[in-house]
């Protein structure tokens, strides 16, 4: 039922009273009862945004020591490349005492992974 929902429920031209909107469904998945559940055990992948005067480090950092993935938006900076040049710099060289690895998604998105963990830029 719940991939009915997600994959429209019905013929096309057909409108479904189960319309889904799967951001808010994806982001139910991971609150009960009104709270975040974290547990050190896992990993998380956690979408991040850095401010346009680059603040937010120190949250792409604590991530990383908690050995979770994060994508990094970087699109407020954009209009500043000195300014995201630097910070990737930084975030370059912090994952490089980590033990971690940076990438680019796109112009926007930053993958940065922890300890352990490699990112695969192009496989031939």
Do not use: H
Request: aromatic letters at 2%; one cysteine or more.
């Amino acid at each position: 039922m719940v991939f009915r929902k997600l994959l429209g429920g019905g013929k096309s031209g057909q409108g479904t009273v189960d319309e889904v909107d799967i951001e808010d469904y994806l982001n139910d998945l991971s609150v009960r009862d009104g709270k975040i559940i974290e547990s050190d055990d896992i990993t998380y992948v956690k979408p991040l945004d850095l401010d346009s005067t680059g603040k937010g480090i120190g949250n792409v950092l604590a991530e990383l020591e908690k050995r979770n993935v994060v994508v990094l938006n970087v699109k407020s900076l954009s209009s500043n490349k000195v300014l995201l040049k630097s910070v990737v710099k930084d975030l370059r060289e912090a994952c490089m005492e980590m033990d971690g690895d940076i990438g680019r998604i796109s112009e926007e998105k930053i993958l940065i992974v922890p300890q352990g963990m490699r990112i695969v830029s192009k496989i031939n």
